[in-house]
């Protein structure tokens, strides 16, 4: 069982930067490819960035192409999810994700809590 906590959300005007941080505990973190998903008010969630297990390859969905960035650390157990140029459409809870398959897949085993990410104009 892995338990994933994100952390590093909040209030930011649009054009600025934030930093997600998610920690993993309870499993062996590199086995696991990493992602971040967001589901704004009324929407489904979205699949948003994922990375490999050892961080060579990542993918981003369209959207955040050029202004986001994951990475991980996995000496820390640590996923991460650098935000620049945020726009209001950027709103939305965030949830890190730990699946046993690729990068590539959309299947997922963990999840965590979310952290709320609020862009104003």
């Known amino acids: 069982q892995v338990h994933l906590v994100e952390s590093g959300g909040g209030l930011v005007q649009a054009g600025g930067s934030l930093r997600l941080s998610c920690a993993a505990s309870g499993g062996t973190f590199s086995n696991y490819a990493m992602g971040w998903f967001r589901q704004a008010p009324g929407k489904e969630r979205e699949f948003v960035a994922a990375?490999?297990?050892?961080?060579?390859?990542?993918r981003y969905v369209d959207s955040v192409k050029g202004r986001f960035t994951i990475s991980r650390d996995n000496a820390k157990n640590t996923v991460y999810l650098q935000m620049n140029s945020l726009k209001p459409e950027d709103t939305a809870v965030y949830y890190c994700?730990?699946?046993?398959?690729?990068?590539?897949?959309?299947?997922?085993?963990?999840w965590g809590q979310g952290t709320q990410v609020t862009v104003s104009s």
């Open positions: 990375i490999s297990r050892s961080g060579t390859n990542t």
């Open positions: 994700a730990a699946s046993r398959f690729t990068y590539v897949s959309n299947r997922y085993d963990y």
